[in-house]
């Protein structure tokens, strides 16, 4: 197990490496934020004046080696916009992401465990091909659409809900909805899919024979055999939550890390951009590394790969 672990968090080093890099280089080719913050009438002397200030006269492999050194001490820099260090602008908005995300997987996998099994256990029956059917809708939809449509009818016409702001339970129901409709079909399929085979398969023919209960073959021998298909799209799907965020967030005011991510290339802010961009990417690896071990508990031949 130490094995495969190191291996998995080797390839994951490497990649952020790789990623620390290239944030440098693409964030820079943006532009130089003196020109966004400082008036058209700015005088050069004001413009050196700025870019001494946060650094952005010095050599570019200047910059780039003390990047690294205050990355390696956690610190992401000022905010140029805000004023506070960057890792505080990151802060104060990563706990409404992982809100959304945590409620958003949280209901979408009770819904997919809950709605593929049932319509693997009758192929082929109308409970199934409607499950079928809304789940591919679900998952093929796009998100930006489905929102602007869900402000649209439920916040202007009907007037039922907010259409941005945090201010309560009211105001979570369309950023949740709109973020589980992709995640709960597409699990959906995948758990149906891989449940059909499950049941089909000869120690299920055989638990049966025992005279086990049905509620238990489908739901504990049947259904733990599907769980590494059900992993695997929870945790792409749970990465894409962030890509989703950043739509979802904008449309919707939502102040999480997508939206702080908007802002922060909008207006050229440097640092909130690299530390909003890398923490999450340290996220997501840190993720990654723990849906390896569950897949090495479920099945212990992933471990020797």
């Known amino acids: 197990m130490a094995e495969f672990l190191g291996r998995r968090a080797l390839h994951s080093a490497i990649a952020m490496l790789s990623l620390i890099l290239f944030v440098f280089v693409i964030v820079r080719l943006s532009g130089n934020p003196a020109l966004l913050y400082l008036p058209e009438s700015a005088s050069d002397e004001l413009i050196r004046e700025f870019n001494e200030r946060y650094g952005l006269n010095e050599p570019i492999l200047v910059q780039f080696g ?3 050194w205050d990355i390696a001490h956690l610190d992401f820099g000022m905010s140029i916009r805000r004023h506070i260090p960057a890792i505080e602008a990151v802060v104060l908005a990563y706990p409404w992401t992982l809100f959304l995300s945590g409620i958003t997987l949280v209901l979408s ?18 409970f199934d091909r409607s499950v079928t059917v809304l789940a591919l809708f679900a998952a093929s939809t796009p998100g930006f659409w489905l929102a602007i449509t869900a402000i649209l009818v439920f916040a202007i016409e009907l007037g039922w809900l907010p259409t941005s702001g945090v201010g309560g339970p009211r105001y979570w129901v369309m950023p949740v909805a709109i973020m589980m409709l992709e995640i709960t079909g597409t699990t959906t399929q995948v758990v149906r899919g891989s449940m059909v085979t499950s049941l089909a398969s000869p120690y299920v023919k055989a638990a049966r024979a025992k005279g086990m209960p049905e509620r238990r073959v489908v739901f504990v021998h049947a259904l733990r055999n599907s769980l590494i298909a059900a992993v695997t799209v929870a945790g792409d799907q749970t990465r894409g939550l962030i890509n989703g965020a950043v739509v979802v967030e904008t449309i919707f005011g939502w102040p999480g890390i997508g939206k702080l991510m908007i802002d922060a290339i909008v207006q050229r802010d440097f640092a909130v951009l690299q530390a909003a961009v890398l923490t999450t990417a340290f ?23």
């Open 283 to 305: 996220a997501i690896f840190l993720l990654n590394l723990i849906i390896d071990i569950i897949y090495a508990v479920l099945d212990p031949r992933i471990r020797f790969r």
């Open 66 to 68: 003390r990047y690294l």
């Open 109 to 126: 996998m009770l819904i997919a465990m809950t709605f593929g099994p049932l319509a693997a256990y009758r192929p082929g029956s109308v």
